[in-house]
């Protein structure tokens, strides 16, 4: 054993294609423009829990696409995604985070909008409708959205797979947990982070990282019987949901046993479930809370993480409390384990910034158990799908 | 006869400046045993007030013991400029509540500042003792984006 001279540092790992990614793939300015225009512009993405939006007209703006956007629920209940983008002159339309409005009207000149997005006032019209330029072709910009077990997705192409199509039965598992009782966000914070947006979509498949989480070499799950209790499922589309990870919580200091709060339904006290959405969100569970991941790529080397933390929504003000505990000691932005994921992310980006690393290692096989990297190879091979060149050689022609 | 405002003031500055120094078996020792800590925000995506961290003593004196086990960058510091607002009685009886405007800047160890996180600490204090002690800290922060976040209360 000995180390390595640059030649062969920065040689092609001799494994499988498959087993292993070209740094560039989170670095060259190219990848990241196709990224936008192949993958983020035609898959469906997830906006929003249709409890942000509770009641008729409310609206709920976000910036995790690469155009402004606004979701509003209308009259008829249903959930209709905008750009959030005034037609005339192009002003933010909606500029608080959320609210409620029947009519939106544009700050700069008035113009005025109902809950489908049709322009139906203008000022002055006159010189408009001389100019050929009728109301009915000053809509707003619609783009396709669909909602499964609440959960709210927008997709920026006219033409997709329908929502059920492209999720097929991957989020089957958590039907109960999302629809017996009402759920909402409890929890909401974001965080701008210098890594590559796959960067953090990987730190939640890559499993092999547990030993770097003090609570988590506190806890059992990093015993062989509980390793081998996990399963790595592949779902179409580059979906995936990593299952059987149980859990002793043990008697740690800071938080009440999960026992003693309402879980949520379907799951288990001790059960932790992941489920990765190719390509940005993360939906998992820890028994009593959820929690939702979304990455926006916004450079190469600079991304949006917002997190989401949902329960029950009939909570009685005890189980809250309980839950919001709960849901803190891991995942909140002081929490034991987030900063040091998102540390991570950070630190691994340095590197491949720098091009101090030229490959990422996935060639972990355990039968897609325990600790297998199955899942990261599944994700870069739709990856790879969507770009037309294989992740461990992404500059080729 | 208990605490005045100037020593109260005096006081909350000696927290502060515990905490910066992660003195935290000082910090503790002003605290109250039934103190709770507590940082919150009001999120306008959910119109709603969120809370981040919550503990009472044992809770972060747990908090305090793994720090030296996580993740982080060793010689990351934290200050934070504290600016009293205002010094009011309580309404139970030997109990002051103190408002304060909080800065806190995060350093690395390279020795890049930048601004952590803003916000307000509301302090209940217990003023009749010998010395006072806190009881309750409510770090209500405006800044809700924390970067990859802190294991150190603000």
């Known amino acids: 054993m000995s180390s390595r001279d640059r030649a062969a540092w920065e040689r092609p790992p001799d494994l499988p294609p498959t087993h292993y990614v070209d740094t560039a793939a989170y670095s060259d300015p190219g990848i990241f423009a196709d990224e936008m225009g192949r993958i983020m512009a035609r898959c469906w993405r997830f906006a929003c829990h249709e409890s942000e939006l509770a009641d008729a007209f409310d609206f709920r703006t976000f910036d995790h696409a690469e155009v402004p956007l606004v979701a509003v629920r209308g009259g008829d209940g249903r959930v209709r995604i905008f750009y959030n983008v ?45 100019a050929n330029l009728s109301a009915e072709d000053c809509g707003l910009r619609e783009v396709r959205t669909e909602t499964l077990y609440g959960l709210v997705f927008f997709n920026l192409d006219d033409d997709p797979v329908p929502l059920a199509e492209y999720l097929g039965d ?60 996990r399963r790595v499922e592949l779902h179409p589309h580059g979906h995936i949901v990593f299952r059987g990870m149980e859990i002793d919580y043990g008697d740690q200091a800071t938080i009440l046993p999960r026992e003693r709060t309402k879980l949520l339904p379907g799951l288990a006290a001790e059960t932790f479930h992941s489920t990765p959405l190719f390509p940005n969100t993360v939906l998992m569970t820890r028994g009593t809370v959820m929690r939702i991941d979304t990455t926006t790529p916004l450079t190469p080397d600079t991304s949006l993480v917002e997190f989401r933390g949902l329960g ?82 992404p500059l080729a022609a | 006869m208990g605490a005045g405002k100037e020593e109260i003031r005096d006081f909350l500055n000696r927290v502060a400046d515990a905490l910066d120094r992660e003195a935290w078996d000082e910090f503790l020792s002003m605290c109250a045993p039934e103190f709770e800590y507590r940082v919150t925000a009001h999120s306008y995506e959910l119109d709603e007030d969120m809370i981040w961290l919550i503990h009472n003593l044992d809770g972060l004196r747990h908090l305090f013991e793994v720090l030296p086990e996580q993740l982080g960058r060793k010689g990351t510091r934290m200050l934070r400029h504290v600016s009293i607002v205002a010094i009011e009685p309580g309404e139970t009886d030997g109990r002051m509540i103190a408002t304060s405007k909080v800065i806190a800047v995060r350093t690395s160890p390279e020795g890049v500042s930048e601004l952590f996180a803003a916000g307000r600490y509301i302090d209940v204090v217990d003023a009749a003792g010998a010395a006072p002690r806190l009881i309750r800290r409510e770090t209500r922060l405006d800044t809700r984006e924390l970067g990859i976040g802190s294991h150190v209360p603000i």
Request: hydrophobic share 35%; aromatic share 12%.
């Open chain 1, 170 to 229: 991957v989020l089957s598992s958590y039907e109960r947990t999302l629809t017996e009782e009402p759920v909402e966000v409890f929890h909401y914070h974001r965080a701008t982070i210098r890594a590559n947006w796959k960067q953090w979509v990987e730190s939640n498949m890559d499993h092999y990282h547990e030993w770097m989480h003090v609570m988590l070499r506190r806890t059992n799950v990093l015993t062989e019987e509980t390793f081998f209790k």
């Open chain 1, 312 to 393: 029950l929504k009939g909570d009685s003000a005890e189980d809250r409390m309980i839950r919001i505990r709960q849901h803190n000691e891991f995942w909140g932005p002081m929490s034991h384990n987030l900063p040091e994921d998102l540390f991570a992310a950070e630190q691994c980006a340095h590197a491949y910034r720098s091009g101090a690393a030229s490959y990422g290692n996935i060639c972990r096989e355990e039968n897609l158990s325990a600790q297998d990297d199955g899942g990261m190879r599944h994700f870069y091979a739709e990856w790879s799908r969507r770009m037309g060149r294989p992740a461990s050689d």
């Open chain 1, 86 to 130: 005034c037609p005339h002159r192009g002003a933010r339309l909606f500029s608080d985070l959320s609210g409620n409005a029947r009519l939106k009207t544009c700050f700069f000149h008035h113009w005025t909008f109902d809950w489908k997005g049709a322009c139906v006032s203008r000022p002055r019209p006159e010189p408009y409708e001389d």
